[in-house]
């Protein structure tokens, strides 16, 4: 079951904006990114995130962008990752992530994690990308 990213997230009230609206990305994927937001907002205050890509763009081979599990998020609050790597936000958003069940990769300026683990992979200075295992 594919499911579109709402457009609003639930007590956050965060909108979120897509470049890609309409696209449909796997059940879990969504359910990370909600986790992701509801747990990191005991924490920090995250009213806005920009996701850049998700099956969209160009990618390897192999990505797990196109197998609709896999997403890239460009921005948060308004700000750009790029403008502002060192953040709270960041940190804790990517812990977040970390933390939910099905978490695959998650790449960005604070940390290179692939099911949990440091990974080493380049990059992701200007954005978070995560995906979960389950492609549905
Ligand atoms: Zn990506």
Same mark, same amino acid.
């Given at each position: 079951?594919?499911?579109?990213?709402?457009s609003?997230m639930?007590?956050?009230s965060?909108i979120i904006s897509?470049?890609?609206?309409?696209?449909?990305?796997?059940?879990?994927?969504?359910d990370?990114l909600?986790?992701?937001?509801?747990?990191?907002?005991?924490?920090?205050?995250?009213? $806005?995130?920009?996701?850049?890509?998700?099956?969209?763009?160009?990618n *390897?081979?192999?990505?797990?962008?196109?197998?609709?599990r896999?997403?890239?998020i460009? *921005?948060?609050?308004?700000?750009?990752?790029?403008?502002?790597?060192?953040?709270?936000e960041?940190?804790?958003?990517?812990?977040?992530?970390?933390?939910?069940?099905?978490?695959?990769?998650n790449?960005?300026?604070?940390?290179?994690?692939?099911?949990?683990?440091n990974h080493?992979?380049? *990059? $992701?200075?200007?954005?978070?990308?995560?995906?979960t295992?389950?492609?549905?």
């Amino acid at each position: 079951m594919y499911r579109e990213i709402p457009s609003c997230m639930l007590r956050l009230s965060s909108i979120i904006s897509r470049c890609n609206v309409g696209e449909e990305v796997s059940s879990s994927l969504v359910d990370a990114l909600i986790f992701a937001l509801n747990s990191a907002s005991t924490e920090v205050e995250i009213s $806005h995130v920009h996701i850049s890509a998700t099956t969209n763009g160009t990618n *390897g081979q192999y990505s797990n962008h196109y197998k609709r599990r896999a997403m890239d998020i460009s *921005g948060i609050n308004n700000q750009s990752i790029y403008s502002n790597q060192s953040s709270e936000e960041i940190k804790v958003f990517q812990e977040s992530f970390d933390n939910y069940s099905d978490i695959r990769e998650n790449f960005g300026p604070y940390f290179h994690h692939k099911l949990g683990e440091n990974h080493n992979v380049g *990059g $992701h200075n200007d954005h978070i990308h995560v995906s979960t295992n389950n492609c549905q």
